[in-house]
């Protein structure tokens, strides 16, 4: 099993930058898919983005394209979220998540097939 922790979440300025981090540790990184997901408060958890274990398909929610880029860097064990372009709206508790993939290109926008997750990092931005 696969442990992650984020980092890198913080307050910012609406129109500002982040970029979390999502260290992996106690298994092979370069088998597992990953995806970031967020919960605002009162709001179910909802998708953000998504890489294959190959990285090389990359996926996002419709409220982040363009503005999110989500990359990994299997020599570090480690999965960025660079957020640029920041709105109140993005603000949430940021969540990574792991999946076993079978082949290289796969990836998930469902929480369901994600069988690791962090403890979450916040993001605050203000208006």
């Known amino acids: 099993q696969v442990h992650l922790v984020e980092s890198g979440g913080g307050l910012v300025q609406a129109g500002g930058s982040l970029r979390l981090s999502c260290s992996a540790s106690?298994?092979?990184?370069?088998?597992?898919?990953m995806g970031w997901f967020r919960q605002a408060p009162g709001k179910e958890r909802e998708f953000v983005a998504a890489i294959s274990r190959s990285g090389g398909i990359t996926h996002y929610a419709d409220s982040v394209e363009g503005r999110f880029t989500l990359s990994r860097d299997d020599a570090q064990n480690t999965v960025y979220l660079q957020m640029n372009s920041l709105k109140p709206e993005d603000a949430a508790i940021y969540f990574c998540?792991?999946?076993?993939?079978?082949?290289?290109?796969?990836?998930?926008?469902?929480?369901?097939?994600?069988?690791?997750w962090g403890q979450g990092t916040q993001v605050t931005v203000s208006s």
């Open positions: 106690g298994g092979t990184f370069s088998r597992y898919a």
């Open positions: 998540a792991a999946r076993s993939a079978i082949t290289a290109f796969s990836y998930s926008s469902s929480q369901n097939a994600y069988s690791n």
